[in-house]
């Protein structure tokens, strides 16, 4: 008997410190993420329905602290400029300082440099017809610029409708404060990079590192549930175990 109590203690000690030892890795991880977090990504909620369907209008998102020089066409970016009103806005770079920017060609696509651009996130208008724009227009982006569209091109007011000022409707690359990583509410996770771009001189740009640090968060999350739930499930198995062997030693006391 005495053999039986000293294993299942020495068990008891295992558990207790495979917990402990759970908990603090997981406050760890969980900590660690936020604070990872806080220091590279600012959130946001999208103000207007100029971006939908990629960002709904009161979307909560995560947008990585860049600097204007990293951003890339295709990139959705936070920004604020003077003559736009001075606000936090959200729109997707259409092009960079030196491309020449045009609509629309006979498909209806938006051009950089006479190379005809996808763009599976537009939405087709009234008449059923999915077209980058609805206003012509061709522009030579200023060097150290950016051509600022918004996702639903019937409605967006962006870089088209300030043709007529300084820059040709371009914004600088210093207005960029961030770039959307990853929508939380309504949960869509990570944005997608648009391959249309990709073939550009330059390419598009990857991902923050949005995935290994929401991954950190939900395993720190997951370990400390686990080892906090140790200790109350362990004691109430010892309990049903020594309720069993006290109404078995009645049962033989009975006979």
């Known amino acids: 008997m005495s053999g039986n109590i000293r ?38 909620t999208v103000p207007t329905d100029s971006m939908t369907p990629t960002l709904d ?24 400029d003077p003559l736009w009103g001075n606000t936090t806005m959200v729109k997707r770079v259409a092009a960079v300082g030196g491309d020449t920017v045009a609509c629309c060609d006979r498909d209806g696509r938006l051009t950089v440099n006479g190379t005809p651009v996808d763009e599976p996130y537009l939405s087709p208008g009234p008449d059923g017809q999915t077209r980058a724009s609805g206003t012509e227009f061709s522009v ?3 060097a150290g610029n950016l051509f600022l569209l ?3 091109r019937h409605t967006s007011l962006d870089s088209r409708s300030h043709l007529e000022e300084a ?38 740009s990857e991902p923050g590192p949005v995935r290994p640090l929401l991954t950190a968060i939900a395993a720190g999350a997951a370990l400390i549930l686990a080892g906090g739930a140790y200790g109350p499930v362990a004691g109430l ?5 020594t309720a069993g062997q006290r109404a078995g030693e009645r049962e033989k006391v009975g006979t």
């Open 167 to 204: 820059g040709q409707g371009s914004v600088p690359r210093s207005t960029v404060v961030a770039r959307v990583d990853a929508v939380v509410w309504p949960v869509k996770g990570v944005l997608d990079r648009p391959k249309g771009f990709a073939g550009l001189p330059g390419g598009i």
């Open 7 to 44: 294993t299942q203690g020495g068990h008891g000690r295992l558990g207790s410190v495979l917990s402990g030892l759970a908990v603090a890795v997981g406050c760890v991880l969980f900590l660690g993420g936020f604070v990872w977090g806080a220091l590279l990504y600012q959130p946001y």
């Open 150 to 152: 918004g996702d639903d």
């Open 57 to 80: 209008v009161g979307s909560k998102i995560l947008a990585q602290r860049i600097d204007g020089d990293e951003v890339r066409r295709g990139d959705v970016v936070v920004f604020e």
């Open 140 to 142: 030579t982006v200023p």
């Open 237 to 241: 198995f010892t309990r049903r175990r």
